[in-house]
C-alpha cells in the first residue's frame, strides 16, 4: 500500500546573502554548498535532473536508460545507489521510460501523484511508492517540494519548486501556456529550469503531422519561444540569478533561437540573469547555492 506523505511547512525564505549563485566546475563534489542542482538532459528523447543537499539527492524525473543515468551522474561525481528519491512530473516516456529499470535496480521511494501511477508500465518491478495529490506540500529529507498542476496533456501533470535553507529551485516543463497560478509558485526561484520548446514557424513549416502541430501549439501542449520570451520580458522575476531554458524540439527549436529571444527579453528588462540552454546529449553545468 503506497504511503502518503504530506507535511506542512513553512514558506521559503530567501537570505540577501544568498540570492547570488556561482557556477561550479561540472562536479556535485563535496563542498559546502546548501544545495546543488543539475539538468542532466533536457529534450524529447529524455529528461532527468538531479537536487541534492549535504544530506538529500533527488532525481527529477527518469527519461534516461539506467545505463546513460549512471553514465551522466559520473560525470557530476554521483552515482545512482546514492539517490535518496525520486520525483516524477508526468507519465509520458520521455520522463519515465528509465522509471522501471531504476525502481529494479535502486530501491528508493518514487513520488508521483494519486493519478499518473496506474498509468505507469511497471512490469515486473514493485516499486517504494509515494503517492500525492496535484498541489500538495511534502517534504524528503531536508529539502521541502511544492507540487503543482500544470497544462498539459498528460494525465495528472506537475511542476515543482525545491526549497532548502532558503533556496529555491523551480522546474516547469511540459506546458502549454503560464497561468497565473504557474507564475506565482515560480517567484523567489534562484534557479529556475523553464520549457522553451518550439518556433513557431519552424513548427509551422516542420515535418510533424497536421494534429501533432495542433497539439503542440494548444494550451495543453508544448511553451514556444515567443510566450517563454513575453514571459521574460514582462513577469520572470527579477531577483532569479540563473534561467536554465530547456525541452527543446529536436526538429522545430534551434538553441541559438531559443537563447537570442530570452536574451533579448532579458536584456529588455535591464537583466543579469545568467541564461542556460539545456541540452539533450549532455548534463549542464552544476549550480550551486
Known sequence: MARIYLPRFSACRFPHFLLQGRLSQNSFGEDTAIIKFCVLASGSSGNCSVIATERTRILVDAGLSFRELEKRLASIGERPDRIDAVVITHE?????????????????????????????????????????????????????????????????????????EGIKIGVVTDLGYLPDSIKFHLRGSQVLLLESNHDLEMLKVGPYPWAVKQRVMSRNGHLSNDLVGDYVCHEFDSSTTTLVLGHLSEHNNHPEI????????????????????????????????
Open 92 to 164: 509520458h516516456c520521455d520522463h519515465v521510460s528509465g522509471l522501471t529499470r531504476f525502481a529494479r535496480k535502486v530501491r528508493a521511494p518514487i513520488y508521483m501523484t494519486r493519478l499518473t501511477a496506474p498509468a505507469i508500465e511497471w512490469e515486473n518491478a514493485a516499486p517504494r511508492l509515494n503517492l500525492f495529490q496535484a498541489g500538495a506540500r511534502f517534504a524528503i529529507g531536508d529539502i521541502e517540494i511544492n507540487s503543482f498542476t500544470i497544462p498539459h496533456d498528460a494525465i495528472d501533470p506537475v511542476g515543482f519548486s525545491f526549497c532548502a
Open 258 to 289: 531559443v537563447r537570442l529571444v530570452a536574451q533579448q527579453a532579458l536584456d529588455r528588462r535591464g537583466l543579469a540573469t545568467r541564461l542556460v540552454v539545456a541540452s539533450q546529449k549532455e548534463p549542464t553545468e552544476v549550480f550551486r547555492f
